[in-house]
Structure formats: structure tokens, C-alpha cells
């Protein structure tokens, strides 16, 4: 049996975390819910976004799934997702971006995955006003961080099959801090001579990736961008309502949709569980059930594609709850 932690989250949360909940349950897997409260729903009852029984229960499972949860804006608590994985040091962001046949897209064929550094670069949150008129903020890459990221990356090709390793820099102008990434990688490539290797300028990636994604395979990039172009990423795919995300660390890990809350849509019944439903298919590769991993995404696959019972923004009329039915019913064979 696995106990998994679960914060089914703000806004839309709890109605893709229900829906959620029923696929995996689809699968016979023998699971417990640790149930926790974050975001919103936490700041009445603890003062925080963030108590710290969530990260205790986080600790003590070592495997998380959670809904998206909301972050006052502007001033006040920092951004609760920075927060975990800052306090479970979750350093390796994994974000695939896969066309599904049946969505709506210009690409055909696209099997992306964004490695994403989850603890430094301006992320860092080390910040400061320069008299009244000025703020600064500063990009903070180190060697140890740099390394360990960019091993996840290409043991995560050599452990998927993988072809290339593309690293992602601005290093023609930032000749220190990305400089140093980009050695960093280079160095670590040598010890993977069966997976391809190369870089590119951030700039250039984005464009790149526009024009021609299919060349491109697995890319590991600091903090800043990999926000940016794994959000580009969905965007070539159908939206961040189709993609998942991955927070690992040495010790736990957190999945969970990419996407925001969506206040407006709260308890409507209307909203796509695409990205929280890959987001358990994530979970269950790292557990090593693959047979019930695969089981989900290839019926998330088929009901996608017969277009019948999905949501209104996949051309379909179904509530997410007959969806997640639907899904649940094609898991249980």
C-alpha cells in the first residue's frame, strides 16, 4: 500500500482532484490519501497558505499530489509552490508537452520535456530596493545545483529512451552565472556519450521551438527559463490544461497540474482534468507501477481522440466528472 500525500487545492482544485482521484482509484491500486489543507483554504483556519503539517506529511510520505493552489498577489505570502519546493529542496522540474491526437493543435507529433532547476536562478528570491527608485534581484546559478539538474536530465533520457540532451542558456551575455550552467553541462554530458548533446540561446529556443519542435527531444535550462518555455511548450500542444508537472527531490516529490486555480469556473463542473490526471500518470511512472501508468494515459488517449465524453474545450460536452467516468471506465478494461 502507498500513502500519498494529497492538498487537492484552491479554486478548481478539489473538482480535478475528485475527478482525479476516481481514474487512479480505476486502477486497483492499493493507495491511502493523506489528506492536508493549503492555499486559500488554509490562511482562515492556520494563518498560512503553508502550516507546517503539510510539509511534515510531505516529509513523511515522500510523494505528493496536489491540486493548484492560489498565491496572493502582489505583496503579502510568496508564491506557496516556490515555498515547497524551496522546503523539500524538490530542485528537478519536469514538465512533458505531448500533442494528443483529437485536440486541436498546429503541431502533429510533439513529445517535449522540459528539466527545469527548481531552487535557484532569480527564483531565489534574493532581492532588494536600491534607494526608492530601484529594485535589484539576484540570479544566483552554483555549480552543485547546475550538476545535479543536469544529471536528472540525462538520466531521465538514458531511463526513457531519450535521444538528446539540449541545454538551454543565455550565456553569450550572462558569461558567469550561465556560463557556468553551460559548463556544468557540458562537463556532465561526457559521462552520457549515448545521448546527444548540445545548446541553445534561450532566445533562439523559443524561436526554434516554434518553427521546428520536433528536433528537440529533452532541454534542461535554470529556474527563469524553463518557466517561460515550459509554458511555450503546452502552448504548441493545446494548453497548460493538457499538461503536467513533476517537482522531484532526493527525498520526495510533489505532481501536480501546471495550470492555474481558475477561481471564476469554481464548482461548475466544466473544467478539463487532463493536466491533474497526467500529472497521477507522472506519479505512478515514479512509483514504478508503469503497467497502471500507462493504463491511464492510453485511455486518456482514446476517449481524447473519439472527441465524445471530454470537456467544451477539447470539443467535446461532457462535465468533468463524466469525463473522469468515462476514463475510469476505459482503465478498468
Given at each position: 500500500?502507498?500513502?500519498?500525500?494529497?492538498?487537492?487545492?484552491?479554486?478548481?482544485?478539489?473538482?480535478?482532484?475528485?475527478?482525479?482521484?476516481?481514474?487512479?482509484?480505476?486502477?486497483?491500486?492499493?493507495?491511502?490519501?493523506?489528506?492536508?489543507?493549503?492555499g486559500?483554504?488554509?490562511?482562515?483556519?492556520y494563518?498560512?497558505?503553508?502550516?507546517?503539517?503539510?510539509?511534515?506529511?510531505?516529509?513523511?510520505?515522500?510523494?505528493?499530489?496536489?491540486?493548484?493552489?492560489?498565491?496572493?498577489?502582489?505583496?503579502?505570502?510568496?508564491?506557496?509552490n516556490?515555498?515547497?519546493?524551496?522546503?523539500?529542496?524538490?530542485?528537478?522540474?519536469?514538465?512533458?508537452?505531448?500533442?494528443?491526437?483529437?485536440?486541436?493543435?498546429?503541431?502533429?507529433?510533439i513529445?517535449?520535456?522540459?528539466?527545469?532547476?527548481?531552487?535557484?536562478?532569480?527564483?531565489?528570491?534574493v532581492?532588494?530596493?536600491?534607494?526608492?527608485?530601484?529594485?535589484?534581484?539576484?540570479?544566483?546559478?552554483?555549480?552543485?545545483?547546475?550538476?545535479?539538474?543536469?544529471?536528472?536530465?540525462?538520466?531521465?533520457?538514458?531511463n526513457?529512451?531519450?535521444?538528446?540532451?539540449?541545454?538551454?542558456?543565455?550565456?553569450?551575455?550572462?558569461?558567469?552565472?550561465?556560463?557556468?550552467?553551460?559548463?556544468?553541462?557540458?562537463?556532465?554530458?561526457?559521462?552520457y556519450?549515448?545521448?546527444?548533446?548540445?545548446?541553445?540561446?534561450?532566445?533562439n529556443?523559443?524561436?526554434?521551438?516554434?518553427?521546428?519542435?520536433?528536433?528537440?527531444?529533452?532541454?534542461?535550462?535554470?529556474?527563469?527559463?524553463?518557466?517561460?518555455?515550459?509554458?511555450?511548450?503546452?502552448?504548441?500542444?493545446?494548453?497548460?490544461?493538457l499538461?503536467?508537472?513533476?517537482?522531484?527531490?532526493?527525498?520526495?516529490?510533489?505532481?501536480?497540474?501546471?495550470?492555474?486555480?481558475?477561481?471564476?469556473?469554481?464548482?461548475?463542473?466544466?473544467?478539463?482534468?487532463?493536466?491533474?490526471?497526467?500529472?497521477?500518470?507522472?506519479?505512478?511512472?515514479?512509483?514504478?507501477?508503469?503497467?497502471?501508468?500507462?493504463?491511464?494515459?492510453?485511455?486518456l488517449?482514446?476517449?481524447i481522440?473519439?472527441?465524445?465524453?471530454?470537456?467544451?474545450?477539447?470539443g467535446?460536452?461532457?462535465?468533468?466528472?463524466?469525463?473522469?467516468?468515462?476514463?475510469?471506465?476505459?482503465?478498468?478494461?
Amino acid at each position: 500500500m502507498y500513502t500519498i500525500t494529497l492538498i487537492r487545492g484552491d479554486g478548481i482544485g478539489p473538482e480535478i482532484s475528485e475527478a482525479t482521484l476516481k481514474v487512479i482509484e480505476a486502477t486497483g491500486l492499493d493507495i491511502k490519501w493523506e489528506e492536508v489543507t493549503a492555499g486559500e483554504g488554509a490562511i482562515e483556519e492556520y494563518g498560512t497558505p503553508l502550516p507546517e503539517h503539510v510539509l511534515e506529511s510531505l516529509r513523511k510520505n515522500g510523494i505528493g499530489l496536489k491540486g493548484p493552489l492560489t498565491t496572493p498577489i502582489g505583496s503579502g505570502f510568496r508564491s506557496i509552490n516556490v515555498a515547497l519546493r524551496m522546503e523539500l529542496d524538490l530542485y528537478a522540474n519536469l514538465r512533458p508537452s505531448k500533442t494528443f491526437p483529437g485536440v486541436i493543435s498546429r503541431y502533429e507529433d510533439i513529445d517535449l520535456v522540459v528539466v527545469r532547476e527548481n531552487t535557484e536562478d532569480l527564483y531565489s528570491g534574493v532581492e532588494h530596493m536600491v534607494g526608492k527608485d530601484a529594485a535589484e534581484s539576484i540570479k544566483i546559478i552554483t555549480r552543485s545545483a547546475s550538476e545535479r539538474i543536469a544529471r536528472f536530465a540525462f538520466e531521465y533520457a538514458v531511463n526513457n529512451d531519450r535521444r538528446k540532451v539540449t541545454a538551454v542558456h543565455k550565456a553569450n551575455i550572462l558569461k558567469l552565472s550561465d556560463g557556468l550552467f553551460l559548463d556544468v553541462a557540458g562537463e556532465v554530458a561526457k559521462e552520457y556519450p549515448q545521448i546527444e548533446f548540445e545548446d541553445r540561446i534561450v532566445d533562439n529556443m523559443a524561436m526554434q521551438l516554434v518553427q521546428k519542435p520536433q528536433l528537440y527531444d529533452v532541454m534542461v535550462m535554470p529556474n527563469l527559463y524553463g518557466d517561460i518555455l515550459s509554458d511555450l511548450c503546452a502552448g504548441l500542444v493545446g494548453g497548460l490544461g493538457l499538461v503536467p508537472g513533476a517537482n522531484i527531490g532526493a527525498r520526495a516529490a510533489l505532481f501536480e497540474p501546471v495550470h492555474g486555480s481558475a477561481p471564476k469556473y469554481t464548482g461548475q463542473n466544466r473544467v478539463n482534468p487532463t493536466a491533474m490526471i497526467m500529472a497521477a500518470v507522472l506519479m505512478l511512472d515514479y512509483l514504478g507501477e508503469k503497467e497502471a501508468a500507462r493504463r491511464v494515459e492510453n485511455a486518456l488517449a482514446a476517449v481524447i481522440k473519439e472527441g465524445k465524453m471530454v470537456t467544451v474545450d477539447l470539443g467535446g460536452t461532457a462535465k468533468t466528472f463524466e469525463m473522469a467516468e468515462a476514463l475510469a471506465e476505459r482503465v478498468r478494461g
